[in-house]
């Protein structure tokens, strides 16, 4: 009878091409995974790859066997998130997603506050751009800035993100964009592509001097001198000794969203999270959308 780690050896060879790679994916070594194939094939009487220049290509007997890997991982993954959003008590691991610099200038703080509140959850924070796969509970919860939030997963809109133009002093605000124009710029570079294209249909061409991948690095750039730049209105009013330029209009910003997999929105760690950080980032409303300066 055939086991789920037979299933499994076939798609880690398919999606690695090679006995090698499928080995390093397993934890053993090419040997075995040799032999463990050629067993399940002597096993089967068929066939389940062909072996030519390009690697281990799937016969129809192996493609079959994927298909059915495949099925098999998605309902093991949709068994886990049922499971986990059966908990009782708000306790155990909870893996977050969101971005550096949305942790770094307001949400390591709110996290030392839900440590506090909630001492039995452990939180393990994943940072990058990247969205993660909920479904495949790459994350729990994502705290992200987004124009089109995955229609798979369910929570909150907390606030609009607006932008404006930020200097170092002793630069003062101006009341149009074209005062600005001689001044040298500090932009998004081609790993930001999207920020790229938002900002050359909302404030044009400029003469950029220093492009960065990270938002967090053109703070420090616009506030070492280097020049001047759009950033969040949530950095740029919490970085010292930036002033707060010019605010482009029309904006149609992202909103920022906390969000999780709807299999998992009764567990009470999740709850939990969602709940707490629903109510304090929501207090900050009005510096995410650039109302105010922080006090």
């Not at 479904?135 to 609009?160: M, Y």
């Not at 570079?189 to 920020?195: E, F, R, T």
Request: net charge neutral.
């Amino acid at each position: 009878m055939l086991a789920w780690d037979d299933f499994r050896l076939v798609k880690c060879i398919s999606e690695r091409r090679s006995l090698a790679g499928a080995a390093v994916t397993l934890g053993v070594n090419a040997s075995t995974v040799f032999r463990r194939l050629g067993a399940l094939e002597e096993r089967l009487g068929a066939r389940l790859f062909e072996r030519g220049r390009a690697g281990y290509a799937l016969t129809p007997a192996g493609e079959e066997m994927v298909e059915i890997a495949e099925r098999m991982g998605e309902d093991i993954l949709a068994f886990e998130r049922r499971v986990s959003g059966q908990d009782l008590a708000p306790a155990g691991d909870l893996r977050i997603t969101t971005n550096d610099s949305m942790l770094i200038h307001q949400l390591t703080g709110l996290f030392a506050g839900f440590r506090k509140a909630y001492p039995d959850i452990t939180l393990d924070v994943v940072v990058g751009n990247a969205p993660l796969n909920l479904s495949k509970r790459d994350a729990d919860v994502a705290i992200r800035a987004t124009s089109n939030p995955p229609e798979t997963l369910v929570g909150r809109r907390l606030a609009d993100i607006r932008w404006a133009v930020y200097g170092a002093a002793p630069l003062t605000p101006v009341t149009t964009l074209e005062e600005l124009a001689d001044l040298p710029w500090i932009g998004p570079g081609d790993m930001l592509a999207p920020l790229q294209r938002w900002l050359r249909e909302t404030m044009g061409e400029r003469k950029m001097v220093y492009r960065l991948s990270t938002v967090l690095g053109m703070a420090e750039a616009v506030a070492a001198g280097i020049g001047v730049g759009p950033l969040p209105c949530f950095i740029g009013c919490s970085t010292p000794g930036l002033v707060r330029l010019f605010d482009p209009p029309n904006q149609s910003p992202a909103s920022l969203w906390l969000l999780t997999h709807p299999d998992l929105r009764a567990s009470a760690r999740v709850r939990a999270f969602m709940d707490y950080m629903g109510q304090e980032l929501g207090r900050r409303r009005d510096l995410f959308e650039g109302a105010r300066e922080p006090a």
